[in-house]
């Protein structure tokens, strides 16, 4: 007789609800991991909570680069409107105000980190329980990319540090990388992270959480140099991660597999 799961198991254990009921001589057929039965598990739940703290963050952030004029660090007349319309002096409300554009950057840098946090628990969690799933492949690269392309194309109008230049470089490279990996992958060639790819995701996140503090606290010289170290540690840590992938590429090309 096929032996019988109960609900749950199928869930935690990444199997199948029938799985024996065709193997042969008795004996249990190997459950895929990922079963596509699984789509509501722990690690696609701290995905989709990752993808709505930075909706709420990109909110904030939206907000605060509407209603400023200039950039917290540009030259100028500095102003800013609040939501009923009243015209306040920028430094003024990013000054200890708690009740001002402050507060706000300080919420935003909550939600970053939370965020940040679910990022690398998910995978910790669904690689360990065999909780990995096909809407966990395709969601969790995609809303890693959301959050820090999106995190850096909202903090340009807010500071003079960040440059046009920047965003397009951290987004060449995703895209780069991700057409290798679909590239490598079509081929039956495992394409995993690399070091340097791990460096890079870890000093995007560290950036973009010193950015949302600096730019609520422009008149703190210590944010601003820690913000300027991690900026542009992650434009090295961008470019050699995308060298060190294109390495691998030719390597494929070439025919030696996936070794660098």
């Known amino acids: 007789m096929a032996e019988r799961t109960t609900a749950a198991g199928p869930v935690l254990a990444g199997a199948s609800a029938n799985e024996g009921a065709s193997a042969p001589h008795g004996a249990r057929a190997a ?3 990922g079963d ?3 789509v509501a598990n722990l690690p696609n739940a701290l995905t989709l909570l990752r ?3 930075c909706l709420a963050f ?3 952030l939206i907000y605060t680069s509407t ?3 200039l950039p917290v660090d540009g030259k100028g007349a500095l102003s800013w409107r609040s939501w009923r319309g009243t015209e306040r002096e920028a430094h003024a409300g990013l000054r200890g105000d708690e009740s001002g554009l402050s507060l706000l950057f300080k919420i935003a840098f909550a939600l970053f980190v939370l965020a940040a946090i679910t990022d690398s628990l998910d995978g910790q969690i669904a690689r360990r329980y065999g909780l990995e799933t ?3 492949r395709i969601a969790d690269p995609f809303v890693d990319k959301i959050m820090i392309l999106g ?3 909202l903090l340009m109008p807010l500071t003079v540090h960040l440059r046009p230049w920047m ?3 951290v987004l060449a490279r995703e895209l780069l990388v991700s057409t290798i990996r679909g590239f490598a992958e079509a081929r039956g060639i495992p394409f995993p992270s690399t070091f340097w790819g791990k460096t890079k995701m870890v000093s995007q996140s560290a950036c973009v959480a010193a950015a949302t503090l600096y730019v609520g606290h422009p008149h703190q010289a210590h944010w601003e140099w820690i913000f300027l170290v991690l900026l542009w540690w992650t434009i090295a840590a961008t470019v050699l991660s995308g060298a060190v992938y294109l390495r691998r590429a030719a390597a494929i090309l070439h025919g030696r597999g996936a070794r660098p």
Do not use: E, K, M, Y
């Open 51 to 53: 993808l709505l703290l």
């Open 151 to 153: 995190a850096l194309t």
């Open 31 to 33: 459950a895929p991991r």
């Open 58 to 60: 990109f909110g904030i």
């Open 67 to 69: 209603v400023l004029v």
């Open 167 to 169: 965003v397009v470089l």
């Open 134 to 136: 096909d809407l966990g």
């Open 36 to 38: 596509a039965s699984v």
